[in-house]
C-alpha cells in the first residue's frame, strides 16, 4: 500500500475564495488523479496530474476552476477557486501505481457557506 | 460513456444475515476494484479481479468478476457491525487507465 496525506483535512470557506489541498506520495508516481465526492456520493474523476506537463481535466471540469500543480513526483495540489456552495465536497487525490493497486489519501472535506 | 450501477443503493440488515451487492455495466472492463469507504476516509481497497468469471474471497467477503468482465458481485456472509460502510466498484476500461466509479451501496449492519 501507500502512505497519502492530504492537508488539510477539513475546511469551512466563504463563498468566492479559494482553498489549495495538498497531497503528498511517500514514494515517486507517475500519474495522480483527483476525485471529487460530493455528499453521500460515488467519485468523480476531475482530473489526471502529471509532472511536468499539464493535467488533463474530465469533462465539467476546467483548469481555471480547479488549478492543478505537480512540481515533483510526489506532491500535488489542487486548488478549488471561486468557491460556491456547489463545492462543497470531499476531495481525495490517488497516486497511480498500476491497475491492481489504486490507493486514496484520507480526503479534504470541504464546506462554502 | 462507460457507467457502473450498483444495486442496491441503500441496504439494512440484521448482524448475522448475508447480502449480496451487484455492479453492472454494458462496457467491458480490463480490471474490477472493490472498496469499502468509513466516513471521514478515503476509500480503502479490498480487492481487484481481472479474469473474467473470476471468484476471489477475503474472510467472510467473496467477489466475482462476470464472465464477460461487464458485472461483478460482492457478496458478505453473517454480516457484522463492522462492515458498515460505503461499497464502491471501480473499472478500468480498455486501453485507458481511468477508473470508473460505481454509483455506491451503502451498507448498515444492525447489531
Known amino acids: 500500500s501507500a502512505v497519502i496525506s492530504q492537508k488539510p483535512s477539513r475546511d469551512i470557506c466563504q463563498r468566492g475564495t479559494s482553498l489549495t489541498i495538498q497531497c503528498q506520495v511517500d514514494?515517486?508516481?507517475?500519474?495522480m488523479f483527483w476525485y471529487r465526492q460530493q455528499p453521500g456520493q460515488s467519485l468523480t474523476l476531475i482530473a489526471t496530474?502529471?509532472?511536468?506537463?499539464?493535467?488533463?481535466?474530465e469533462s465539467g471540469f476546467v483548469i481555471d476552476k480547479f488549478p492543478i500543480s505537480r512540481p515533483n513526483l510526489t506532491f500535488s495540489t489542487l486548488t478549488v477557486s471561486n468557491m460556491s456552495p456547489e463545492d462543497s465536497s470531499i476531495y481525495l487525490c490517488?497516486?497511480?501505481?498500476?491497475?491492481?493497486?489504486?490507493?486514496f489519501g484520507p480526503g479534504t472535506r470541504l464546506t462554502v457557506t | 460513456t462507460q457507467l457502473l450501477e450498483q444495486s442496491p443503493q441503500f441496504l439494512s440488515i440484521q448482524e448475522g444475515e448475508n447480502l449480496t451487492v451487484y455492479c453492472n455495466s454494458s462496457?467491458?472492463?480490463?480490471?474490477l476494484q472493490w472498496y469499502r469507504q468509513e466516513p471521514g476516509e478515503g476509500p480503502v481497497l479490498l480487492v481487484t479481479?481481472?479474469?473474467?468469471?473470476e471468484v476471489k474471497k477475503l474472510k467472510r467477503l467473496t467477489f466475482q468478476f462476470g464472465d464477460a468482465r461487464k458485472d461483478s458481485s460482492l457478496h458478505i456472509t453473517a454480516a457484522q457491525p463492522g462492515d458498515t460502510g460505503l461499497y464502491l466498484c471501480?473499472?478500468?476500461?480498455?486501453?485507458?487507465?481511468?477508473?470508473?466509479f460505481g454509483t455506491g451501496t451503502r451498507l448498515k449492519v444492525l447489531a
Open positions: 496530474a502529471n509532472q511536468g506537463s499539464e493535467a488533463t481535466y
Open positions: 490517488s497516486p497511480f501505481r498500476g491497475f491492481c493497486e489504486q490507493y
Open positions: 471501480a473499472g478500468v476500461g480498455s486501453g485507458t487507465y481511468k477508473y470508473i
Open positions: 462496457s467491458v472492463f480490463s480490471s
Open positions: 479481479v481481472v479474469t473474467g468469471g
Open positions: 514514494s515517486q508516481v507517475t500519474m
